[in-house]
């Protein structure tokens, strides 16, 4: 790289975070006003795994997938620990409220 590009990285890099930051101030305004509350989480969430996914992929090219069976006990696995989280908090709810 040559330093002229050298000395315009910094300058690059905030016009990115300048654009970034205030499109997502924008959006946030938009949402606000037009999406309901749990539509816009799952949406953020959505946009979030995406972009972490497509970023793991292209770090991790040379690494060998998880099979789906793999990938489904665990998520089996996950579902289950919280279904029973959520209903030992529910009796203990019930039971205080009694």
């Known amino acids: 790289m040559s330093p002229r590009h050298r000395k ?10 300048y654009v970034v ?3 997502t101030y924008m959006a946030i305004r938009i ?3 037009e ?3 749990m539509a816009a989480a799952s949406l953020r969430f959505m946009a979030a795994g ?11 090219r ?3 997938r998880p ?4 990938v489904f006990g665990q998520r089996s696995r996950l579902a289950t620990s919280a279904r029973t989280c ?3 908090a529910a009796d203990r709810t019930h039971a205080e409220s009694a």
């Open 67 to 70: 099979t789906r069976r793999r």
């Open 50 to 60: 995406l972009v972490m996914a497509a970023i793991a992929a292209r770090v991790d």
């Open 35 to 37: 999406v309901p509350p």
């Open 21 to 23: 930051w205030g499109s």
């Open 62 to 64: 040379g690494q060998a």
């Open 86 to 88: 959520h209903t030992a």
């Open 8 to 17: 315009l990285l910094p300058w690059i890099a905030l016009c990115v975070i």
């Open 31 to 33: 949402v606000v006003r």
